[in-house]
């Protein structure tokens, strides 16, 4: 790597600032990996050092910086706001050369980390009967549709890796379905064990209401043995996958985003919410989502033997 080169790990950012100080634990560790690498870290929201600050940074005393969003899915978030983070910072800093990596995708890479989490499910289990044993690939949610297909490949790929009968899809917020719905379906279809595996790379407020979910549907299928996975952003996977991209494997030709200088892309940030939902509190206190977009109601996708 050469020296006048810094890597700026973006991090997506959450209200949970366990979350946060993970990703910083995660520079830290991956500063040891590299002793020679400047890497520089910020978030798109809910952090101290926003894009900007972060940007700026990166840029003090380098003559090149390589920005990788640390976020696996290309909504919203890499579509459109670290573009036009792209394009000011560029103006601030003519001197610079700003490089942007893909984000770390859903490519084999992150299946081979999915399947690891599995496997180790299964092995507290007692290796059960996988055609009695449920899979639930459980993903944050976007009103972006080509974010959540990314995931429902995902759920294929392990369907076609492994002898589940049933492997599902579920989301935690934002579309549907959700992690109670699948689970009632499953249920239904004579499963005695749920895997649960969260595409997470950190904790953070999401994360925790996973865990709260997961422990209410203990008590309400005492018959079904629950087994929940965690964030994964520590698996040597991650570690290696930042490498290859910053060995330039991952590099859009030009240092571009998917939208990067997209022409649609202007029209598309003037209806993009950065809250993509509203809550609010129903007489009997139930929480119901007000979505911006398609309301669908019942979606269920679910992957066939």
Known sequence: MNESTTLLLVGHGSRNQEGNKEIQHFAAEWRQRHADWRIEVCFIEHADVLLAEGMDRAAKGAKRVLVLPFIL?????????????LDAVRARHPQVEFLVARHLGMG???LAVLQGQLDR???SLAMPDPQTTGMILLGRG????GTNGELAKMARWIFEDNEHDL?????????????ETVVQRQARLGMTQVCIVPVYLFTGVLMERIKAQVERLKTQYPCIAFALGTHFGFDKGIFDLLDAK???????EGGLLECDGCKYRAAAEAEH?????????????HAHEHRHHQHHDNVHLHVPA
């Open 73 to 85: 899915n290309a909504a919203g978030h890499v579509k459109m706001e670290l573009p036009a983070a």
């Open 108 to 110: 084999r890479e992150i």
């Open 121 to 123: 499910l299964m092995k």
């Open 142 to 145: 976007s009103s972006d549709a």
């Open 167 to 179: 492997v599902d899809l579920a989301f935690t917020s934002i579309t549907w379905p959700r992690l």
């Open 246 to 252: 910053v060995a330039g494997h991952e590099l859009p």
């Open 273 to 285: 919410l950065h809250d993509h939902s509203h809550t609010t509190t129903g007489a009997c206190g």
